[in-house]
C-alpha cells in the first residue's frame, strides 16, 4: 500500500490549510485513515483518525479546529486545517490501516509527511 499526500506549506497564524492522502495498492479492506504529526525531539502524536464506518477522533488541541473526512471507496482522507496556530508546526504523517489482498490482516501504512510551517 502507499500513501501519497500533499496540501503542506507555508500559512499565517489564523489560516487554514487542507491535506489530502491517498492510498493505493492491492487494498481488500480499508479500516481507517488519518494524521499523526511530528515535530524534532518529539514523538509522532495523534491529529484525527477516521474509521471506516465514519467515527471520527481527534486531539484535543485540534478540536473545533480540524476536520477531518474520508472516502473509504476511493482510499482518501482530508483534513481541513482551520485557525492555525504556530503550535501546528510540524511534519504532517498520513496513515492507513488497510488490510490487503495479500495478507489478508490490518497493518498500519505510513506516508512519508508533509511539512506544515505556520507562521506568528
Known amino acids: 500500500v502507499q500513501l501519497q499526500a500533499s496540501g503542506g506549506g507555508l500559512v499565517q497564524s489564523g489560516g487554514s490549510l487542507r491535506l489530502s492522502c491517498a492510498a493505493s495498492?492491492?487494498?481488500?479492506?480499508?479500516?481507517?485513515m488519518g494524521w499523526y504529526r511530528q515535530t524534532p525531539g518529539k514523538e509522532r502524536e495523534l491529529v484525527a483518525v477516521v474509521s471506516c464506518d465514519g467515527r471520527t477522533v481527534y486531539a484535543d488541541s485540534v478540536k473545533g479546529r480540524f476536520t477531518i473526512s474520508g472516502d473509504n471507496v476511493m482510499h482518501t482522507v482530508n483534513l481541513q486545517m482551520t485557525n492555525l496556530q504556530p503550535g501546528g508546526t510540524a511534519v504532517y504523517y498520513c496513515?492507513?490501516?488497510?488490510?490487503?489482498?495479500?495478507?489478508?490482516?490490518?497493518?498500519?501504512?505510513w506516508g512519508e509527511g508533509t511539512l506544515v510551517t505556520v507562521s506568528s
Open positions: 495498492g492491492s487494498i481488500f479492506r480499508e479500516n481507517a
Open positions: 496513515l492507513a490501516d488497510m488490510t490487503t489482498t495479500q495478507t489478508m490482516y490490518s497493518y498500519r501504512y
